[in-house]
Structures are given as structure tokens and as C-alpha cells.
């Protein structure tokens, strides 16, 4: 689904990403983590052919990302959903129209908006704020229409920039649920994030990035180093901590 092999982008002298090859299956949800500057967005944006690659290549879908020329580049996007931690709503539309406006702009028939809209509104659970607009809704309720808008479209990869870096920690699980619903019905989730309490408890594939490298690649924590690393340490005997569930921070279910 996705893969970079030997991606390097420089900002002048900045490093953005060094070298990055890694591969996304299709249908996977994939945590990306790692410190202010270590090229997260990068990353994204070079998905998105926001920004060019100095060297390598980026498949999405089969599709050669680094050569896709401008004609093409809107019908990738349309392919590549993506959300944001500020929402990113159009003030002056409705809540209506707002996810109807990403359908609109790809030229879809009328019959076809109508039936669509309401149906992912639902699914967000958002269907009876349908004339409201952004400044009337909490925030959370104003992330599950910037998801709507980024589904409407029926995308293969659902790109989250820190979606939950603007919401309480239980609005933040409600969006977690959500993502986790869409990513069971196929779409391939890649999700940055600095929430580590999230990352941790999700169990998913945890990719680290430092400095413009991958330092980590594997399931489990926020704190995960690579595969290899773990089985070393395990295989070393270190001590290990005792595992204790945190029953008392709420929310999973
Ligand atoms: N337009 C730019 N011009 C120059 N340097 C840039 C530019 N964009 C990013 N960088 C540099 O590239 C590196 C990676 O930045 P990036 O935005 O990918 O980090 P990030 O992991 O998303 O960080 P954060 O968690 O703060 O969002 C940083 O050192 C940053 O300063
Ligand atoms: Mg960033």
C-alpha cells in the first residue's frame, strides 16, 4: 500500500527525512511517533506530494508517487484522506456541506451526494447537526466531520496529523474508536501522534522516527524499539518490569 525505499528530503540544510524505506500493508493501522523535528510531517506530506523527494521512491498503491505529474496529483489525493489536529472546516459551510463540498469538487452526481453524506455522517454519529456549522459544535463533534469529509471519498489510506491533540482525553478515545472502525472496514490508517497513553494502549504497529530516521518499527508501545531489539533484550534475560494495567485512566470500551 505504502512504501518508501531510500526516501531523502532536505530542506536546504535541515534534515528532513535520511534514508527512510519502510512498507505499510494494506488494510494496516500504523501509529508514527517520534520528537518535534524528527520528520513526521514530512513524511506525510511527501505522501501527499506536497513536497518532493531529493532521492528514492514512494509507492502508494502501486503508483509512483515521485513521478506523478501535476495532472495526476489531485486524483492521488482524492485517494489519500487526511485529517488534522486543528480540523481544518470551511467556517462559512455547514456541516452539510462541508463533507459534500470534498465530493463536489470531484464532479459526483447529486443523487449520489445525497444518499452519501447523510449515510457518513452517521457513521460518525453526527447525522443531526447537519445544519450546524463549525463554531456551533464541540470539538470533538468538529473532528468527526473533518473524518467524514476525509471518508466521503472513499480513500485506501486515512492520514491523521495528532487528530486528538486538540481534544480531552475521553473525546480523544471516541475518535480513536472511530478510527479503529474505519481501519476495520479496510482503509489502511497511518496516524501521527504524540499521545503516548493512546499509542500504548492500542496495541498497533508502532513506527519511530528520530533525526529523519527510523529508530523503532514494531507492535506494541510508544516506547518500542525495533523487533529485533526487543528479542535481543528478551532473549539477554534482562529483568523484566512487572506489567500492570492501569485500570483506573478509563475509557477503553
Ligand atoms: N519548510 C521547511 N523548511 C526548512 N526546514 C524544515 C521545513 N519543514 C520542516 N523542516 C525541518 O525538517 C525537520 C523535520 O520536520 P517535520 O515537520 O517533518 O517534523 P515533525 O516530526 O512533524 O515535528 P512535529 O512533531 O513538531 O510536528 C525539522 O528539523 C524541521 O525544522
Ligand atoms: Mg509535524
Redesign the pocket.
Known sequence: MITFDHVTKY??T???LNDVSLHIDRGEFVFLV??????????IKLILKEIDADSGSILVNGREVTKLTSRLIPAHRRNVGIVFQDFRLLEHKTVYENVAFAMEITHQKRREIKERVPAVLGLMGIEEYVKKYPSELSAGEQQRVAIARAIINAPDVLIADEPTGNLDPDTAWEIMRLLEMINEKGTTVLM?T?AKDIVDRMNKRVIS?EN?QITGDAVGSYETKNAEENKEEAEGGEEEEEFVFDWTSGGLD
Open positions: 530542506y536546504k535541515n534534515i528532513g517520534g520528537p518535534s523535528g524528527a520528520g513526521k510531517s514530512t513524511l501521527v504524540h522516527l529523519g
